[in-house]
């Protein structure tokens, strides 16, 4: 069976009508990953066995002729910091090289109850921390458009899996942009819900107020079924959310006519590419013609989104990161002769340079006499941020920006200067530290062939709208 | 925050001590001269009045609640009845152990810790 742009529907209702078996779909997708994983990177641990059980069940309830659930048979693949039991999670790290998790992510936990196959762990920025993808403590990830250039990051092979049709969805994770970057510079949709739609239990903390799980797909539709089957209250998180979830599937069809949607002059001033502007006023432009009203907001704390969010975040990974001391699971130096030096060694030897400068700047922004100028500082301008948006939503029903200010670059290219790095962040970042949702749709492609994203952010658990805007806007785009 | 923001020797040696983490003689000047970028950076958010805006810790004390009900009542959602009797499914020992580094079955073995 053909494996390339598959859909989860499509892919499901082969293994329903038994026009292929599930395990033969999931070889197919092993046999792509073997001959063209090799030059891309993007898988760390492959899952065959759990991958060929599953698929022996689906294929079981389609031979009774029973109904398969939703993602019956549908071959998936997981972001490293996603903990699967008794498959080996590293978080990109060497600190966890020979970690095997005792139990899963809630959110991987709700795919297979939902049928999905899951065929191995996707590699990723150590600890989530990156925009490339080239922090990986294993292997960089190379963009499987243009095999010179990152992916983006930090969630680099769940976007490439996908984009090279060696994964039909995959999961990652975003805290500052980490699903919507590399989905936009690797050309395919990728979904960060709001704060609290989805559990977080058995994602590996880098920032717990940042956080999130979301779906990267071929399509929207896909996007939307993958969060209807994961979000809801779990009781293993308390941060997650009571709050109904809308069949998001269903509503996709609502149609877009009358939406107001806001485009902020802060995300389109200076510093956005040419091709990236030209592309997203593109788009823009076609969600006018499908009836929406475009009206002029102003977001204007956007500026200090990065600072505010480069202290908050590496505080809060500061405190998270604590628990790798070599104790009671991942790496222990073997250099260690007294306590400390088992601590000290071991953080040193088993986390890479981008992790070890994230965790001294958030030390030094939590430190006595630093607190109140660093860390209470940027959660005031947290404060000032999130009233941006609300007030924003007064106006408008969404927000239309740039999801990066540049297509991919190349690997190495910004490798040198962290604070460049950073900066790659600038229009994904707000939406973590408000909570809003954001999703990166594809919409066009620069003259040399490079994927351009456009971004919709939407109120607080308005995952709906975003939905119904970027699957009217892909319709329309074709 | 410092007008000048900059960091010094001892500021890195002090909070790799804080971070457990012993950088090698080749990290520290790197770490100096990283540190002293970003933060020089991240000092622009003293342009901003922040005297009567309260700190946001976090989202899901905002959205996602009952903006009727105060304090902890909003979480009522989230709270779980104690167990008075015997215990909650937990994870089994061996289970937990399976990762040590270092274990003599019953607990987790660690260096001395020696007297400095």
């Known amino acids: ?478 | 925050m410092s007008a000048s923001g900059k960091v010094t020797d001892k500021d890195v040696a002090y909070v790799a001590e804080l971070a457990n983490l012993e950088l090698t003689e080749e990290e520290k000047p790197r770490m100096l001269r990283d540190l002293n970028s970003i933060l020089g950076y991240i000092d622009r958010l003293n342009e901003l009045d922040t005297k009567d805006v309260p700190p946001m810790a976090q989202v899901s004390d905002r959205f996602g609640v009952d903006p009727n009900k105060a304090g902890s009542e909003r979480f009522e959602y989230a709270r779980r009845e104690d167990v008075t009797e015997g215990l909650r499914k937990s994870l089994p020992h061996d289970t937990a152990l399976a990762n040590a580094p270092e274990s003599d079955g019953t607990f987790f073995k660690v260096p001395k810790v020696i007297e400095k």
């Open chain 1, 1 to 478: 069976m053909d494996v390339k742009n598959l859909t989860i529907a499509n892919a499901r209702s082969a293994v329903q009508e038994r026009k292929t078996s599930a395990a033969a779909l999931a070889e197919s997708f092993y046999t792509k990953i073997a001959s063209d994983d090799p030059k891309i990177g993007a898988y760390l641990t492959l899952s065959k066995d759990r991958a060929l059980e599953q698929a022996a069940r689906m294929d079981a309830l389609a031979a009774k002729g029973e109904t398969l659930p939703p993602l019956g048979g549908v071959p998936v693949g997981i972001k490293d910091v996603l903990v699967t039991r008794g498959l080996r999670t590293t978080a990109g790290s060497k600190i966890l090289e020979s970690y095997i998790p005792p139990n899963d992510c809630t959110a991987v936990a709700r795919l297979e109850v939902a049928g999905a196959v899951i065929l191995g762990k996707l590699n990723c920025d150590e600890f989530a921390m990156g925009s490339s993808n080239e922090n990986s403590a294993y292997k960089p990830v190379r963009n499987p458009r243009d095999l010179e250039r990152v992916p983006g990051g930090s969630s680099g092979g769940s976007a490439a899996a996908v984009a090279a049709g060696m994964a039909v969805a995959t999961l990652g994770s975003d805290t500052g942009g980490s699903i919507r970057q590399p989905a936009s510079f690797c050309g395919v949709v990728g979904l960060k819900p709001t704060y609290g739609r989805v559990s977080r239990y058995g994602l590996i903390a880098f920032a717990s107020s940042l956080d999130h799980i979301g779906p990267f797909a071929n399509t929207v539709e896909d996007a939307a079924l993958v969060l209807r089957t994961m979000a809801g209250r779990d009781p293993m998180d308390s941060t997650s959310a009571d709050v109904p979830v809308p069949d998001y599937v269903a509503e996709l069809g609502k149609g877009v006519r009358g939406l107001r949607i806001g485009v902020a002059k802060e995300y389109f001033a200076e510093g956005l590419d040419t091709e990236v502007r030209a592309s997203v006023e593109a788009a823009i432009q076609t969600l006018a013609s499908l009836g929406c009203e475009v009206v002029p907001v102003s977001l204007p704390h956007t500026e200090y989104a990065i600072p505010a969010y480069y202290i908050v975040a590496t505080a809060e990974a500061s405190a998270n990161l604590a628990r790798f001391d070599g104790v009671r699971y991942g790496l222990r130096s073997k250099e260690a002769r007294t306590l400390s030096d088992m601590y000290r060694k071991t953080r040193d030897e088993g986390f890479g340079p981008e992790v070890k400068r994230r965790i001294m700047l958030g030390t030094y922004a939590l430190s006595t006499g630093y607190y109140d100028a660093y860390y209470l500082k940027a959660q005031r301008v947290r404060t000032l941020l999130t009233r941006d948006f609300e007030n924003a939503f007064q106006k408008v029903d969404a927000i239309v920006t740039p999801t990066s200010p540049t297509a991919a670059f190349k690997l190495g290219e910004k490798s040198d200067d962290p604070l460049a790095m950073y900066l790659a962040d600038i229009y994904t970042v707000t939406a973590n530290l408000a909570g809003i949702p954001g999703i990166s749709v594809p919409c066009g492609d620069t003259k040399s062939g490079l994927p351009i994203g456009l971004q919709i952010f939407g109120r607080h658990f308005d995952e709906s709208t975003i939905l119904r805007l970027a699957h009217a806007y892909e319709q329309a785009r074709g």
